[in-house]
């Protein structure tokens, strides 16, 4: 149980253009999701937390205006890189906690990852 | 310095052995404490959860707690190279979490 996809699992695009990713929790209702970027042989870095049906609150040092973060549902959000660059390219990973129980609360259940490449 | 410290490895043993995994931490609220294994280009993946201090075992994985020494341990028995990944540590307070930056396990057939 606690499944977590995320779509592409893998993309290319060109500089400029802008692509969203989309994280899904399949088997429970995520009220709260993460979104992280990775780089190569480096830990994860937290972008942004959302809740259900609000504003994302981004860490320091994230542009909100270039990750745009949406949670519509609760099992739903997606992150928009907008106007990318080929800086942006890394391993973007999203998980999600629920509301309640054991599962829920006290875990993140993290999605497989997308690897955005910007030409 | 920071809330969660974790060797970042290399570790390489032989298959068979017995690994330790271990991190530190500085917040005593913190009030869950989990265990991650990422491979190569995938999402973390939930190894163990813990609450309390003491051990817990779920087959070849034992996690240990000591909230007293604020330390955490993950121990694999019986290595196998299919275990050889990036091992994350985790913690959780209230709805934060906090990650360790992970030690790199590699296993040698």
């Known amino acids: 149980g606690a499944v977590v996809s995320q779509h592409p699992s893998w993309v290319i695009c060109k500089s400029g253009t802008s692509v969203k990713i989309e994280c899904r929790s399949l088997?429970?209702?995520?009220?709260?999701m993460f979104w992280y970027r990775q780089f190569p042989k480096q830990s994860l870095m937290l972008m942004a937390t959302?809740?259900?049906?609000?504003?994302?609150?981004?860490e320091q040092g994230v542009e909100k205006d270039k990750f745009l973060i949406n949670h519509a549902s609760l099992t739903l959000s997606t992150l928009t890189v907008t106007s990318a660059h080929p800086e942006d390219s890394s391993f973007y990973i999203c998980?999600?906690?629920?509301?309640?129980?054991?599962?829920?609360?006290?875990?993140?259940?993290f999605g497989p990852g997308t690897r955005l490449t910007v030409l | 310095q920071k809330e969660v410290e974790q060797d970042p490895g290399p570790l390489s043993v032989p298959e068979g052995a017995i690994v330790s995994l271990n991190c530190t931490y500085s917040?005593?609220?913190?009030?869950?404490f989990m265990w991650y294994r990422q491979y190569s280009r995938k999402g973390p993946e939930l190894l163990m959860y813990?609450?309390?201090?003491g051990n817990k075992e779920d087959g070849r994985f034992t996690a240990q707690v000591d909230k007293s020494s604020k330390y955490i341990s993950l121990f694999i028995r019986d290595s196998q190279p299919s275990d050889s990944a990036t091992y994350l540590c985790?913690?959780?307070?209230?709805?934060?979490?906090?990650f360790g930056s992970g030690t790199k396990l590699n296993v040698k057939p």
């Open positions: 998980s999600g906690t629920s509301g309640g129980g054991f599962r829920g609360t006290d875990t993140q259940y």
């Open positions: 088997d429970f209702q995520a009220t709260t």
């Open positions: 959302s809740n259900e049906g609000s504003k994302a609150t981004y």
């Open positions: 917040n005593s609220a913190f009030q869950y």
């Open positions: 813990t609450y309390s201090s």
């Open positions: 985790a913690m959780r307070n209230f709805n934060k979490f906090y």
